[in-house]
T-cell receptor, first 111, second 115 residues
Framework: EDKVVQSPLSLVVHEGDTVTLNCSYE??????LLWYKQEKKAPTFLFML????IEKKSGRLSSILDKKELFSILNITATQTGDSAVYLC???????????FGKGTLLTVNP | GAVVSQHPSRVICKSGTSVKIECRSL??????MFWYRQFPKQSLMLMAT?????????EQGVEKDKFLINHASLTLSTLTVTSAHPEDSSFYIC???????????FGSGTRLTVV
């Protein structure tokens, strides 16, 4: 059975801190690893990673994939209160490219 | 960028009635549509995967007669919750995969409350 495990499940930090969110996966016919940010409604896309070792960056966020260790991390530097959200990791695989989601990491950034 | 329009955003229905949720891809062809449900403070659970013009593939434990999925065109997929019960109350989200650019785009979700 396909599985995605995220850690930690929740995290509380102060503004300005740097955080690292972890995601490990076991997915048949793995295609890509995706990160999403979910606030009140549907998830918003952050990154899609298909190649190992290549860091993707978007402002203060960055992510990297290790296909040998079946692992990905999402880094957020200089956190802001607006970064407070649930961060979801999902692995795409199978014949239909379906996404299997982890349980998410609830990040709370306090002022 | 790619947009998926999902509606209604919120629906309240009586127990025993059916509810239809629509997802439309507005500027791309959705070769595959995924339907998820999400309970409060939990992650997205895949319910079914549908490819245009063929029957949906349901995940284990999801009743296909209760959650009817139709993907009749490359831009429209519907999920019908039949004979809804209070335990079907949840947040339902669709996600469309663009076969060309291979990205996934989510709809804005539907909050279903069955009373």
């Amino acid at each position: 059975e396909d599985k995605v495990v995220q850690s930690p499940l929740s995290l509380v930090v102060h503004e300005g801190d740097t955080v690292t969110l972890n995601c490990s996966y076991e997915v048949t016919n793995f295609r890509s690893l995706l990160w999403y940010k979910q606030e009140k409604k549907a998830p918003t896309f952050l990154f899609m990673l298909t190649s190992s070792g290549i860091e993707k960056k978007s402002g203060r966020l960055s992510s990297i994939l290790d296909k040998k260790e079946l692992f990905s991390i999402l880094n957020i530097t200089a956190t802001q209160t607006g970064d407070s959200a649930v961060y979801l990791c999902a692995a795409s695989g199978g014949s239909n490219y379906k996404l299997t989601f982890g349980k998410g990491t609830l990040l709370t950034v306090n002022p | 960028g790619a947009v998926v329009s999902q509606h209604p955003s919120r629906v309240i229905c009586k127990s025993g009635t059916s509810v239809k949720i629509e997802c439309r891809s507005l500027d791309f062809q959705a070769t595959t549509m995924f339907w998820y449900r999400q309970f409060p403070k939990q992650s997205l659970m895949l319910m079914a995967t549908s490819n245009e013009g063929s029957k949906a593939t349901y995940e284990q434990g999801v009743e296909k007669d209760k959650f009817l999925i139709n993907h009749a065109s490359l831009t429209l997929s519907t999920l019908t919750v039949t004979s809804a019960h209070p335990e079907d109350s949840s947040f339902y989200i669709c996600s469309a995969r663009d076969g060309v650019y291979r990205g996934y785009t989510f709809g804005s979700g539907t909050r279903l409350t069955v009373v």
